[in-house]
């Protein structure tokens, strides 16, 4: 089992950019595909995005491809996401999970809000 920890979620404006992070603890990070999952109010969590743990493989949802970035660390054990040209309807909350999902290690999240 990997515990996770989110971070740098925020209130931005349409069309910023913010980058989120997730450490992991846990020696198995190295192995796993890795990737990010959202929450938008009063809708079921759904999939952003994969990382692949060798060969730099990755990812995405159509809603987010090309605006979204998913990249991780293996020496640090933490993943990123750059998220780019952000639009209101990517306010949710942010957890970074393996793939599939592990359900005893879903985290807190971290709160993404884009609005003017």
């Known amino acids: 089992q990997v515990e996770l920890v989110e971070s740098g979620g925020g209130l931005v404006q349409p069309g910023g950019s913010l980058r989120l992070s997730c450490a992991a603890f846990g020696s198995i990070f190295s192995i796993l595909a890795m990737g990010w999952y959202r929450q938008a109010p009063g809708k079921q969590r759904q999939w952003v995005a994969t990382s692949m743990p060798t060969g730099g493989s990755t990812n995405y949802a159509d809603s987010v491809k090309g605006r979204f970035i998913i990249s991780r660390d293996n020496a640090k054990n933490t993943m990123y996401l750059q998220m780019n040209t952000l639009k209101p309807e990517d306010t949710a909350v942010y957890y970074c999970?393996?793939?599939?999902?592990?359900?005893?290690?879903w985290g807190q999240g971290t709160q993404v809000t884009v609005s003017s």
């Open positions: 999970n393996s793939v599939p999902a592990t359900e005893s290690s």
